[in-house]
């Protein structure tokens, strides 16, 4: 299936995507779908990264989450931080964030499962300081998946690495920068991995390496390149033959970057699916706001389409 349609829960709006070419299209709730939207409590938060990467995995995922009761709702919206990278990015930001409060705070969404570790902190930040919504538990998708009770298959994750079921594999996490401080995706990873499937890298939890997005995004490129090449270099020491995370970001950097070894989330191979990286980079362009901030452009017909930050149509 190559189109995806979702209910978002904070605007009451349907989203439709095209995963084959990267293009979305939104229209108003209709009466029953509101309905929907305003009876959730606890929602799905994936996160303009896995949208644009892994649509597949993101239906999936709320599929699974929400028929365990572990969610009774999706939002597609972006956490916003990206917006501090673009031109007058403080402001736009926090006009959005501001946006979020609001609707969050008129529904009645108590808990958000978030698969990204930077729409967890940034979320956490824009939540803190508003009473309104600074009680909402933000929660790491992987601990809940294992919660669940939800683990990687050894053969699964051999066959997807080294396309041989039967043989060892042998991976090596990577943990994300936002993550260091809490440690929520650091552990949810690791127990979403078989027992002896793993080997630390030198540097890993708080004293983990940067896979490179950050300086990437700030347009400092020999030093993201650096950083990459550094967590692969560490994979390649203990043996590895994957790096696995559990963020997307992460994921596509570490693939792009650097060679010693390829990269994987954790995810692919608990879904047994795996994500196109050499391809998706080409139309990671599709941030999902709220109409008067950013994001949606009028066209004739029977819908919207989103727009890239650019300016461009997605």
Not at 45 to 72: E, H, K, W
Not at 117 to 132: H, I, Q, S, W
Request: contains cysteine; aromatic residues 8%.
């Amino acid at each position: 299936m190559d189109d995806y349609t979702f209910v978002d829960a904070l605007t009451g709006s349907v989203v439709s995507f095209d995963y084959q070419t990267g293009n979305a299209r939104m229209r108003a709730g209709s009466e029953a779908e509101l309905a929907e939207a305003r009876a959730c409590t606890s929602l799905f938060f994936p996160g303009c990264s896995f949208i644009n990467y892994a649509m597949p995995l993101v239906s999936a995922v709320y599929d699974t989450l929400r028929q365990g009761g572990a969610v009774d709702g999706i939002s597609v919206l972006c956490c916003g931080k990206i917006l501090s990278y673009e031109p007058d990015g403080e402001r736009v930001r926090a006009g959005f964030e501001a946006q979020l409060r609001d609707h969050l705070a008129e529904s009645g969404v108590t808990r958000i499962v978030a698969a990204c570790p930077n729409c967890v902190k940034a979320l956490r930040a824009a939540f803190a300081g508003d009473e309104r919504v600074a009680g909402i538990q933000i929660v790491a998708l992987p601990q809940v998946l294992a919660d669940m009770g939800y683990r990687v298959d050894r053969d699964t994750a051999a066959q997807l690495v080294k396309g041989d079921a039967s043989a060892d594999v042998l991976l090596c996490p990577h943990d994300s920068c936002p993550d260091r401080d809490t440690g929520e995706f650091a552990d949810g990873l690791r127990a979403l991995l078989p027992e002896g499937i793993y080997a630390e890298p030198e540097h890993n939890r708080k004293r983990s390496i940067c896979c490179g997005s950050l300086p990437r995004a700030a347009g400092k490129f020999e030093a993201a390149d650096k950083c990459a090449r550094t967590n692969g270099e560490e994979a390649a020491a203990v043996g590895a033959d994957a790096l696995v995370m559990a963020c997307m970001s992460c994921v596509f950097q570490l693939n792009m970057a650097q060679s010693s070894v390829q990269a994987v989330h954790v995810l692919e191979l608990l879904y047994n699916w795996r994500v196109d990286w050499s391809s998706v980079g080409a139309w990671m362009k599709l941030r999902f706001l709220f109409d008067e901030t950013l994001g949606v452009v009028e066209e004739d017909g029977s819908g919207r389409a989103f727009a890239g930050l650019g300016g461009g149509a997605a």
